[in-house]
């Protein structure tokens, strides 16, 4: 049996793939992740004693850490999921979002091109190292046009900077010293088990709670967005037939204005936990003064990922929404249980 190392595997979209991975059988996953706000145990609840899922609680800045993990379960991939990834908090302190995206993912290079080194020659020429990365580090799209593969990199948040950063690393690796790897860069994901700061879940919330939904500026920033398990199942697609060195955009084909996502997760709640005061939730939106350095619009051309591939999504944003709106009602003991800490779902990253 195959194993893979997922760095960030208790997040939002790695805990995700790790689920995905395992349901479908046939592969072993050593899961590394130091638990920050945003690492949840409670994601892999539906794992415990099960001998095809080791968790390994650290950081991939942690070099002996790191290398002891590859020693121990000598993996055949990797799969970078680790980073620090909001935007707002990006904002509030770069220097944390350097500090794991940028010198955490060198040293999982770093540590990832000797065990490659190490192995035998025909183990060498199946191992992968895959980024998992965002569009973010395009910067931002006027009116029309999508983001290519060759589109080049304008990052324009600390956030995206140093993913952008950590991008250049990877194929820096591959470039210099032939380590196998690959990238994806992928529209904004939604779906079960992410964090309520991110803007689905916290409208969700929110809304849920009666409370003012805040959207920056006008609201009619776009975002491409991409159901989490076709996003899985893109990274998936990508490592096993993806072609070494190569990048592949993962994007939802679903471009919305920010107001009209909260408007259409305002009715969702509506029609399916009105409120006991009988207002419609769009009454409750209110705007607020926009994220510093906000980008207009992002958009995803996945026609590589399609044609090469043939990777095809599962969810249209419709689908989608719905299926992630029924998710949060049945699992508030989960947003509770994410909640208890330092974060309650106020504004972060207003400059």
């Known amino acids: 049996m195959k194993t893979l190392l997922v760095t960030g595997g208790a997040g939002f979209i790695g805990g995700n793939f790790v689920l995905g ?3 479908q059988g046939g592969l072993r996953i050593v899961n590394l992740d130091a638990l920050t706000y945003a690492g949840n145990r409670d994601t892999l609840a539906a794992l415990d004693g099960r001998t095809d899922h080791v968790f390994v609680h ?3 800045g942690d070099r002996e850490l790191v290398q002891r993990v590859l020693a121990e379960h000598r993996p055949d991939a990797i799969v970078n999921f680790a980073a620090e990834s909001h935007v707002d908090r990006s904002i509030e302190g770069p220097a944390a979002f350097v500090q794991t995206n940028v010198v955490g993912t060198l040293n999982l290079l770093e540590c990832a091109l000797a065990h490659w080194r ?3 020659l025909d183990r060498q020429d199946g191992f992968r190292f895959l980024q ?3 569009d973010e580090v395009y910067g931002s799209l006027g009116p029309v046009g999508r983001f290519r593969e060759d589109s080049p990199y304008a990052p324009n948040s600390p956030y995206s900077a140093s993913k952008a950063a950590a991008d250049h690393l990877v194929r820096a690796f591959h470039h210099t010293y032939g380590l196998p790897t690959l990238t994806t860069n992928c529209s904004n994901n939604y779906g079960p088990y992410q964090f309520p700061e991110k803007l689905i879940p916290l409208m969700i919330q929110k809304a849920l709670a009666g409370e003012a939904l805040p959207v920056y500026g006008d609201g009619r920033n776009v975002r ?3 159901y989490v398990g076709d996003h899985c199942s893109a990274i998936r697609r990508v490592l096993d037939i993806g072609r070494v060195g190569e990048v592949y955009n993962v994007g939802g084909d679903a471009e919305r204005e920010n107001i009209a996502v909260v408007k259409t997760i305002c009715a969702l709640l509506d029609e399916r936990r009105p409120l ?4 419609r939730r769009e009454s409750l939106i209110s705007y607020v003064k926009d994220r510093p350095g906000h980008d207009r619009r992002y958009a995803i051309d996945a026609r590589k990922l399609k044609h090469d591939l043939g ?3 599962a969810e249209s944003f419709e689908t989608g929404l719905a299926r992630t709106v029924d998710w949060y009602l049945a699992n508030q003991a989960w947003v509770t249980r994410v909640l208890d800490g330092s974060y309650r779902m106020q504004r972060l990253g207003a400059g």
């Not at 006991?276 to 207002?279: P, T």
Request: zero cysteines; charged letters at 25%; glycine letters at 10%.
């Open 276 to 279: 006991a005061d009988g207002r």
């Open 118 to 120: 190490a192995l035998p």
């Open 224 to 226: 491409d967005w991409l």
């Open 311 to 313: 990777w095809r999504q």
């Open 21 to 23: 991975v395992l349901a």
């Open 58 to 60: 650290g950081d991939i």
């Open 132 to 134: 998992v990365s965002t």
